[in-house]
């Protein structure tokens, strides 16, 4: 088992920054990549970035060149480098490990990320 905890969101405004952390405990060997969804009430969740334990990254068009992700595997953390947030950025982030092995996949509680004024 894998446990994640996020941490980091909040209220920003417009074109403001906001940095979220994951850090992941238990059975770290296990994980393949890791990475955040989103999700709001009116949409499903969804992909935003990932990275391979190769340090592969893949980025969701709409967030390109604008997030960011790192991993340290000394700490066994993720963090996204969230900049030029936009309203439509506002969702709930999920922290997500993929296992390596078919279907374990393991979720954080997720963080609210709110861009408004």
């Known amino acids: 088992q894998v446990q994640l905890v996020e941490s980091g969101g909040g209220l920003v405004q417009p074109g403001g920054s906001l940095r979220l952390s994951c850090a992941a405990s238990g059975n770290i060997r296990s994980i393949a990549s890791m990475g955040w969804y989103r999700q709001t009430p009116t949409r499903e969740r969804a992909l935003v970035a990932r990275m391979s334990n190769g340090g592969t990254t893949y980025y969701t068009r709409s967030v390109q060149g604008r997030f960011t992700i790192s991993r340290d595997n000394a700490k066994n953390t993720v963090d996204l480098q969230m900049s030029g947030l936009k309203p439509e950025d506002a969702a709930v982030y999920y922290c997500?490990?993929?296992?390596?092995?078919?279907?374990?996949?393991?979720w954080g509680q997720g963080t609210q990320v709110t861009v408004s004024l």
């Open positions: 997500h490990a993929e296992g390596r092995k078919l279907g374990d996949d393991y």
